[in-house]
């Protein structure tokens, strides 16, 4: 079974300031990583993968994160902060099990909030 | 490229009422889905589809019917609508052929308040 954990429902850091949101997984197989971005009212959006290969994956906008098999974690960073990342990150796991197709399995949100 | 599209982006129903939520994709994936989002709940999954004619539950599908008669639709019925059911709903889709855990792609939503 798969399933996620994003530890903060809500992060606030101040423009240009360093962005980091947790994400701890758990998987019986080798999972496929995302993070997922909504902006309000709107559906999701990937920023970025992990499926094989670099465990540090870059994605759109400056976002990056780190598969970290030996934690089980695969955690959202950006080295600076715009007003524009304000929104809500989702991280989601799924690994191929069987040939009814794989499962996406959510974190329940990290609400990001952009100080100026 | 239209993606996937869903309609009605609001609706309001009434405590009883039924209603069909469309969702089309025209990317020719053979997996879709259905998922309701919650504050704090993130998002749950209801139904799924790996190809025409076949179709599934997710973790929470009571109160909730489909169908997937071809592969571009997958609609979401409301039975009898309860206040429970007030939610956000976002369709999705993915490509199964390629291999390696490709990404799935969201609809607008549809918010939906029942009365």
């Known amino acids: 079974a798969q399933s996620v954990t994003q530890l903060g429902s809500h992060v606030s850091v101040s423009e240009g300031a360093l962005v980091l949101l947790r994400c701890n997984y758990s998987?019986?197989?080798?999972?496929?990583l995302f993070w997922y971005v909504q902006y309000p009212n709107q559906g999701l959006q990937l920023l970025l993968k992990?499926?094989?290969?670099?465990?540090l994956v870059k994605g759109i906008n400056g976002f990056e994160a780190e598969f970290k098999k030996s934690e089980t974690s695969f955690h959202l960073t950006k080295p600076s902060a715009h007003m524009s990342d304000a929104a809500e990150y989702f991280c989601?796991?799924?690994?191929?099990?069987?040939?009814?197709?794989?499962?996406?399995?959510f974190g329940t949100g990290t609400s990001l909030t952009v100080i100026p | 490229n239209a993606g996937v599209t869903q309609t009605p982006k609001f609706q309001v129903l009434k405590t009883g009422q039924s209603m069909t939520l469309q969702c089309a994709q025209d990317?020719?994936?053979?997996?879709m889905s259905w998922y309701r989002q919650d504050p704090g709940m993130g998002l749950r999954l209801i139904h799924y589809?790996?190809?025409?004619?076949?179709?599934d539950q997710g973790e929470v599908p009571n109160g909730y019917n489909v169908s997937r008669s071809t592969t571009e639709d997958f609609p979401l019925r409301l039975l009898s609508a309860a206040p429970s059911q007030t939610s956000v709903y976002f369709c999705?889709?993915?490509?199964?052929?390629?291999?390696?855990?490709?990404?799935?792609?969201f609809g607008q939503g549809t918010r939906l308040t029942v009365v």
């Open positions: 990317m020719n994936h053979e997996y």
């Open positions: 992990y499926t094989t290969g670099a465990t």
């Open positions: 589809s790996v190809g025409a004619g076949i179709t």
């Open positions: 999705a889709s993915r490509n199964l052929r390629t291999s390696g855990g490709t990404e799935a792609f």
């Open positions: 989601a796991v799924s690994a191929y099990l069987t040939n009814t197709g794989n499962q996406f399995y």
């Open positions: 998987s019986s197989v080798p999972p496929y």
